[in-house]
T-cell receptor, first 114, second 112 residues
Framework: NAGVTQTPKFRVLKTGQSMTLLCAQD?????MYWYRQDPGMGLRLIHY???????AKGEVPDGYNVSRLKKQNFLLGLESAAPSQTSVYFC?????????????FGSGTRLTVV | TQLLEQSPQFLSIQEGENLTVYCNSS?????LQWYRQEPGEGPVLLVT?????EVKKLKRLTFQFGDARKDSSLHITAAQPGDTGLYLC????????????FGKGTRLHILP
């Protein structure tokens, strides 16, 4: 009964390095999302996916790429990390069914870019 | 641009007191949600209110959706230290992907 699992939980990167954050859900949810949470800014949507093989930009997509090759996994990539990408990243998922907006969030990845 | 303003941003009260957190917008939402987030964890959905004027109760927590579906409130009766956390309201906007707008949160601290 894992729900949404994010790996890694913590990471420190040097400016210019790349990394991939992994989100895995075992609830057969169609929709998956990546958010970042910053003090005083709240949760902001980076990218989202409405199904396997489809992705779209959210509110703050610059500097990030995503892929959803399998329904249960949603990957967030940083090609060249910048200090402005220091944040806590959350993955969320939900069912496609109309009227159901019950998001399930992972426990987050705390990323520091130095 | 839809915005959700939460107030207060911070609240520290004694155990046993009552409190109300507000979530306001100039936009209409199809539904509104409240989440609670504890340190080091992701937000956890508490409730979704759908109908204007709707009131939902979850033990000592009472959630209300405004008649015009632009605002909501969370009232906690007899607050307990276990209620400490970050409370987020989120408004659902029906679009091609059913966008959810999050407020910046109210950080609540209940003193024993």
């Amino acid at each position: 009964n894992a729900g949404v699992t994010q790996t890694p939980k913590f990471r420190v990167l040097k400016t210019g390095q790349s990394m991939t954050l992994l989100c895995a859900q075992d609830m057969n949810h169609e929709y998956m999302y990546w958010y970042r949470q910053d003090p005083g800014m709240g949760l902001r949507l980076i990218h989202y996916s409405v199904g396997e093989g489809t992705t779209a930009k959210g509110e703050v997509p610059d500097g990030y790429n995503v892929s959803r090759l399998k329904k249960q996994n949603f990957l967030l990539g940083l090609e060249s990390a910048a200090p402005s990408q220091t944040s806590v990243y959350f993955c969320a998922s939900r069912y496609l069914a109309t009227g159901r907006f019950d998001y399930t969030f992972g426990s987050g990845t705390r990323l520091t870019v130095v | 641009t839809q915005l959700l303003e939460q107030s207060p941003q911070f609240l520290s009260i004694q155990e046993g007191e009552n409190l109300t957190v507000y979530c306001n917008s100039s936009s209409v939402f199809s539904s509104l949600q409240w989440y609670r987030q504890e340190p080091g964890e992701g937000p956890v959905l508490l409730v979704t209110v759908v109908t204007g004027g709707e009131v939902k109760k979850l033990k000592r927590l009472t959630f209300q959706f405004g008649d015009a579906r632009k605002d909501s409130s969370l009232h906690i009766t007899a607050a307990q230290p276990g209620d400490t956390g970050l409370y987020l309201c989120a408004g659902v906007v029906i679009t091609s992907y059913d966008k959810i707008i999050f407020g910046k949160g109210t950080r609540l601290h209940i003193l024993p």
